[in-house]
């Protein structure tokens, strides 16, 4: 046998056991900018709230509802996760302001920053003072982009539909649509009027036969109904609606960029 496989190696180069993981930061900016920590630290209070909203309305749920009150267990690990994140929201609260800035307490950040507005049952928990009632909370918000965005989707799906050679269910898909507008209220009012004046034509049309087919004029008809509402909802350029504003507020606030001097 020869002796180069006999003799021990000068250098072991395998000594190590485990490779500790590599961390991966590859989407984390090179070069920090002005403000990005202070809008980090408000993304992470906005997410705590909007948590610590929901686990709220889950204790009122379980606390209303026969099922709910007998099972104990659900009820403990739901106070467990209620009080990990008022933890996380009054830590990361201390860390909002700017180093050398005054700390102040959770309730008067909260009230300051609007967000006892958009948070009432968190508000309330916190027990920040002098709440004000109101309709412009994050649940109205996500309940108004909601409508806007079943708006866009039917819009979009009776475009595609159109291209059809069997139209049997637009009348119910135009049902569907006039619902939404009639939801979403305000500047979406006045296509309503455009439904009507072709509705019962076409619900007539979609039960005549099993295979009906709209005609030349109601598809460019809705199509141009459905364009008008999606430019409506997407592009109309409107200021932010009451419902949206104390959020739009919220995120301009965290967002600004203060000059270096």
């Known amino acids: 046998m020869s002796k180069f496989k006999t003799t021990p190696p000068l250098v072991s180069l395998n000594n190590i056991n485990s490779v500790s993981e590599v961390e991966i930061r590859l989407h984390e900016p090179l070069i920090i900018k002005p403000g990005s920590r202070k809008k980090r630290i408000g993304l992470q209070i906005l997410n705590a709230l909007a948590r610590l909203e929901v686990l709220l309305s889950k204790e009122e749920m379980l606390a209303s509802s026969e099922t709910g009150v007998q099972n104990l267990k659900q009820q403990k690990y739901n106070m467990t996760e209620i009080d990990n994140t008022i933890s996380v929201l009054e830590a990361s609260l201390l ?134 509402v999606v430019t409506e909802a997407l592009f109309s350029g409107r200021p932010i609606t009451a419902m949206s504003q104390p959020l739009a507020a919220y995120l301009n606030n965290i967002s600004e960029v203060k000059d270096e001097k």
């Open 95 to 228: 860390h909002f302001e700017e180093d050398g800035s005054v700390k102040k307490d959770v309730q008067t950040y909260l009230t300051e920053l609007g967000l006892a507005l958009l948070f009432p049952k968190s508000a309330k928990r916190l027990v920040v003072p002098n709440l004000a009632s109101g309709k412009v909370d994050a649940l109205a918000h996500f309940h108004e982009m909601n409508v806007h965005n079943q708006l866009v989707s039917i819009s979009l799906q009776l475009q595609q539909d159109i291209k059809l050679t069997n139209h049997k269910y637009m009348a119910h898909q135009l049902a569907l649509l006039y619902h939404c507008l009639n939801q979403a209220g305000g500047h979406f009012i006045k296509y309503k009027s455009r439904v009507e004046l072709h509705f019962d034509a076409i619900k007539a049309l979609t039960n005549s036969s099993e295979e009906p087919q709209l005609s030349s004029e109601q598809k460019q008809w809705l199509s141009q109904l459905t364009a008008d």
